[in-house]
């Protein structure tokens, strides 16, 4: 895994077999909030693509508020 900043952006990026890779972005807010966003690109299916949307929208909406 790997990880970078800018002043307002954070980015983590880990490489997972096959060839796939998650990309995640973080954004700090104003008030201490924040917004993230998940990109797993490499996916073989549309299939795969719907199987991975709905592990990363059920994972993210389990996270802490």
């Given at each position: 895994p790997s990880t970078?900043?800018?002043e307002k952006w954070r980015y983590?990026?880990?490489t997972l077999g096959a060839?796939?890779?998650i990309n995640v972005t973080?954004?700090?807010k104003p008030g201490?909030?924040?917004t993230l966003a998940v990109?797993?690109?490499g996916l073989g299916s549309t299939a795969?693509?719907?199987e991975w949307k709905a592990?990363?929208?059920d994972f993210l909406k389990a996270l802490p508020a």
């Open positions: 970078s900043s800018s983590g990026r880990c060839g796939q890779r973080i954004n700090e201490g909030k924040a990109q797993h690109p795969q693509r719907d592990f990363w929208r």
